[in-house]
């Protein structure tokens, strides 16, 4: 079976097992999901055998050395899977553990994939979402502890780190999550297009407001028991416990006609940024098709905002699902689509802001994959 939640844990993962059963869940597990790695005790593969398909995916290690993989493996992997009993797992892991924003998401499963036990880094991690993940897998039942989950809400550290926000002050969640559970209210500060991401998965529970500036008069405090600021630094006259997230980086693609000056393509991009509360700091590059590695006033654009600029065939392009294809840009470039399909193929992340056409330019905006804990 495969996995097509978007909510799904889509990070990298390692998956550990020490016995014969354990490894037929783990090469399950490979079949699902084809970005899983595998580390396997000798002794479970008495006959050496690996399924095709997982070989190159597979490490069989000596006895002894499970402690040794384990911490080799803990920051380079987003999720560890366990397949054996909880109290192994709490014994190797123990000495490695940072806090909520460092550690990995761990789940750990029974022999017979009944359940899947989310461990540590149930929001930040993701290991709520890998523990569901899992359990659909194994057509087992996910184990979650974690109180917001419980109670059928959502937490608002999960909700950041899934739409690609930096936490500023990890130190807060725990408050602020504390009134979600309360059902009191939050009011969120930021840019209209940042703060509508966040607030929709809040029920009303969390307060839109505007990022101009915060009128402590207009909002009313008296329903307010905290903030999230999204770029954002509170007055002091607030004083009330605050979440501070900062928006993600991204990635800008760009599409344009042969000649397009300068002027013109920076007057398009700004316009795009400035819509929807995009800092020109946050752009880590530029992106279009190779049919444009000469336009001079692309090259001009990118070297004078001193961002870097990569280009990708019409191939690559023609592979990558955008919502705004076009016959006509794919007669002229023979990809469908050039600043929606670059944006999503350089940032490996959401699009955040589909393709805007201006007379002879379009732009797109997609998240840098690469600021979510999921790595």
């Known amino acids: 079976m495969t996995i097509s939640d978007n909510s799904s844990f889509d990070g990298s993962l390692a998956l550990y097992g020490l016995t014969a059963v354990a490894a037929k869940l783990i090469f399950i597990f490979l079949e699902a999901d084809a970005k899983a790695s595998a580390f396997i005790l000798e002794s479970a593969l008495p006959d050496k055998t690996l399924p095709e398909g997982c070989k190159n995916r597979v490490t069989v290690f000596a006895k002894g050395t499970f402690k040794k993989i384990v911490s080799d493996n803990w920051q380079n992997f987003a999720g560890q899977l366990f397949i054996m009993a909880t109290g192994i797992v709490v014994r190797q ?148 416990p605050t979440l501070f997230l900062q928006s993600p980086k991204v990635v800008v693609g760009i599409g344009c006609r042969r000649q397009t000056p300068i002027s013109e393509i920076e007057e398009a991009v700004t316009s795009v940024l400035g819509d929807h509360g995009i800092p020109w700091s946050k752009i880590v590059e530029i992106v279009s098709i190779d049919l444009k590695k000469d336009e001079r006033g692309l090259l001009d654009f990118a070297a004078e905002k001193k961002l870097p600029i990569r280009f990708f065939s019409a191939a690559e392009l023609e592979k990558v699902k955008v919502p705004s294809p076009s016959a006509k840009v794919q007669a002229v470039t023979g990809s469908a689509s050039v600043s929606e399909a670059a944006a999503i193929l350089a940032g490996r992340g959401e699009l955040l802001v589909k393709k805007h056409k201006f007379s002879r330019i379009t732009v797109a905006v997609a998240r840098w994959e690469n600021e979510n804990r999921e790595k």
Do not use: M, Y
């Open 93 to 240: 892991i123990a000495p490695l553990l940072e806090g909520k924003i460092k550690d990995p998401a761990v789940v750990v499963c029974d022999e017979k994939g009944e359940f899947a036990i989310s461990l540590l880094s149930g929001h930040i991690g993701g290991a709520n979402r890998l523990a569901r993940k899992t359990a659909a897998i194994f057509n087992g039942k996910a184990v979650i502890t974690t109180a917001t989950d419980v109670q059928g809400l959502a937490a608002i550290d999960e909700i950041a780190v899934r739409k690609g926000f930096k936490i500023i002050n990890p130190e807060a969640i725990k408050e602020i999550n504390g009134f979600l559970l309360a059902r009191k209210k939050i009011a969120l500060i930021g840019h209209p297009f940042w703060s509508k991401t966040v607030c929709s998965h809040f029920d009303g529970r969390v307060i839109e407001w505007s990022s101009l500036s915060i009128d402590s008069q207009a909002l009313n405090l008296a329903e307010v028991s905290g903030f999230v600021l999204i770029d954002e630094e509170i007055p002091p006259a607030l004083d009330l």
